[in-house]
T-cell receptor
């Protein structure tokens, strides 16, 4: 049973380009979460999605960032017109349940985005 | 200030000793989780403790939760070099809220 998969593992973009990060949750999981980690810091929640729905995007920057989790295929975190400050590790997690239930989140290996 | 703040920020001990890390949080929680992160890698879930539980064990790990003080502790007994990592507590209201972590170094 494969764990959470993310690709690419490393992504280099120049300022102004677009970055697309993909996340395939664990089999059977319908809840996906995206987090960003800056160097020497903990993870910051960005967005929580279920299939075809954004449940909580309170941690997402208002501009340039978007996320989707279509009925078929992986979840996508999209960053338009990247800037150097977007350089970070982006982690995806998935869970079987959510909210007050046993909602252990399983993390992928992350995508390290470097903006030149 | 952050929900889920770990203390100490860094801890260095000898192999075989016990390591204790603390976590404080601010709002009400459904559960609290501890994760480990090896350098540059994804997080590994260690243990989840529900708000109605006071203590939980898993192997060499012991977690306590005091909801009146809004604090939790993670104890690793008989530490090993492989325990060297960053440890984060996280509270859950859908998405997880992490602190900055405790960087634990086990000296062989």
């Amino acid at each position: 049973n494969a764990g959470v998969m993310q690709n690419p593992r490393h992504l280099v973009r120049r300022r102004g380009q677009e970055a697309r990060l993909r996340c395939s949750p664990m089999k059977g999981h319908s809840h996906v979460y995206w987090y960003r980690q800056l160097p020497e810091e903990g993870l910051k929640f960005m967005v929580y999605l279920q299939k075809e729905n954004i449940i909580d995007e309170s941690g997402m920057p208002k501009e340039r960032f978007s996320a989707e989790f279509p009925k078929e295929g992986p979840s996508i975190l999209r960053i338009q017109q990247v800037v150097r400050g977007d350089s970070a590790a982006y982690f995806c997690a998935s869970s079987l349940y959510s909210g007050g239930r046993t909602d252990t989140q399983y993390f992928g290996p992350g995508t390290r985005l470097t903006v030149l | 200030s952050q929900q889920g703040e770990e203390d100490p920020q860094a801890l260095s001990i000898q192999e075989g000793e016990n390591a204790t890390m603390n976590c404080s949080y601010k709002t009400s929680i459904n559960n609290l989780q501890w994760y480990r992160q090896n350098s540059g890698r994804g997080l590994v879930h260690l243990i989840l403790i529900r708000s109605n539980e006071r203590e939980k064990h898993s192997g060499r790990l012991r977690v306590t939760l005091d909801t009146s003080k809004k604090s939790s502790s993670l104890l690793i007994t008989a530490s090993r070099a492989a325990d060297t990592a960053s440890y984060f507590c996280a509270t859950s209201r859908g998405g997880l809220t992490f602190g900055k972590g405790t960087h634990l170094i086990i000296q062989p």
